[in-house]
């Protein structure tokens, strides 16, 4: 998968810093600012989490933060919404797999 | 998936349109009945995915108007928001959604 580089509209893709996160514990980088779901859609991340009673694999659906559809564990806490949580610096972000668990007190 | 019933209508409690017509079928018409026996609409997204569709269901299943089934009024909080913004002043989630 790559980035829109070119918009029809937005035009073109602004430089903005990379940061590092930690995706299932294996270093990548997104762009600083963006949306969790954003940068692991870039790095060719196909399932978000797997579904609790069929095992099935999820990932973004509505992007704008209602569905739940998209959440992982970020930083030990579970059902995070990656579509509107923006990537920091060291995140450690997992597949949640159900309902995920607690790693963090919070 | 063995037919065109069998796909999820809440997506986040996995409950199929095959299942959701069956209680419709059984004589529970409003909404909340269906989230009652399904748990459609129980899941961490509380409804705001499947409930209109669910509606949409009953409405074209039962033959009474959509205005009538869908639900009057919504549970605080409209929005998903942490705990923690009920007991502290602070950033708050809730313009992000």
Redesign the interface.
């Known amino acids: 998968m790559q980035r829109i580089i070119e918009h029809p509209v937005l035009g073109p893709l602004p430089d903005v810093p990379m940061v590092k996160i930690i995706v299932d514990g294996e270093p990548m980088e997104a762009r600083e600012g963006e949306m969790i779901a954003a940068a692991l859609i870039a790095t060719g991340k196909k399932y978000f989490r797997k ?4 095992h ?1 694999p ?1 990932g973004i ?2 992007g ?6 998209c ?1 992982m564990t970020v930083n030990g806490i579970p ?1 995070v ?1 990656t579509c ?2 923006p990537v920091e610096d060291g995140m450690v972000i997992e597949t949640q797999m159900g309902y995920g668990v607690w790693k963090q007190e ?1 | 998936m063995a037919d065109d019933k069998d796909f999820f209508i809440c997506r986040c409690e996995e409950v199929t349109l095959r299942e959701i017509e069956e209680v419709i079928d059984e004589g529970y018409h409003t909404i909340d009945d269906v989230k009652r026996i399904t748990r459609a609409g129980m899941g961490l997204c509380q409804g705001r995915s499947c409930g209109k569709v669910i509606a949409r269901i009953i409405s074209q299943k039962t033959g009474k108007p959509l205005e009538e089934v869908l639900q009057t009024s919504y549970r605080f909080p409209v929005r998903t928001e942490k705990l923690k913004a009920l007991e502290e002043e602070g950033p708050s989630d809730a313009e992000n959604n």
């Open positions: 579904t609790i009673k069929t099935e999820r659906y509505c704008i933060g209602r569905c739940t559809d959440v059902n919404r509107i949580t919070q």
